[in-house]
């Protein structure tokens, strides 16, 4: 079973509150710390330089917890691939419109998680999303099954229920989005986050859950 911690950007782009976040999502359990890694331009890290990114991952192996980064350029996987990370992940809308980048994505050894359902190849790992931020629960249909098609699952609802819904069905991978502060409001991802101690009693739940599964 895979936690993740999807910072994204919800450290608004200041090194020292990533640092808490990477910090933070270890101690709650999060097997993966992930990022979102741009393009060279300001948008970059979610607001932070290129050049942190070996920073963060440095912070990551301090915390015994794995950095993965998802890319949306192919400035952004050089970088990954400069920093050997052995897993990364494909937003759903990289899936969906950029088969180019995806193409590359697929040519080089990592294990990759991606959110879409049809673009794939054979060592890719396929997570059910619902690409609407946040995901309300009339929007929301989680797979009777996961296996054969779904490896996972990458929520955008409030709480945690739907997160453990989709491990009794079968999911090997949670995604969710985690926060200091719910209430911030120049990140729209901050209100459908979990809170860090929400995040630790979902990877305790849940933890357990998959075992009975």
Known sequence: MIFVAEIGSNHKGVPAIAYEMIRQSALAGADIAKFQFRDMGTDNIRGMPMRCARQLVGWCEYHEIEF???????????????????????????????????????DGPEEVFVSHGDYSFNNWHRLFVVPRYPTYPDE??????????????????????????????????VEKHVTLNKT????????????????AQMVSIGTEMARLV
């Open 68 to 106: 993965m980064a998802s890319v949306f350029s192919f400035e952004a996987l050089e970088l990954a691939r400069k920093l050997g990370l052995p897993r990364i992940k494909i937003a759903n809308s990289v899936a969906r419109h950029d088969p180019v980048l995806c193409d590359a994505i697929a």
């Open 140 to 173: 929301l249909v989680i797979p009777e099954v996961f296996g054969d098609k779904w490896y996972g699952y990458s929520s955008h609802v409030h709480g945690y229920a739907d997160a453990l819904i989709a491990i009794a069905r079968g999911a090997q991978y």
């Open 184 to 199: 911030e409001r120049t990140i729209k991802d901050n209100s459908f986050s979990l809170s860090f101690d929400e995040f």
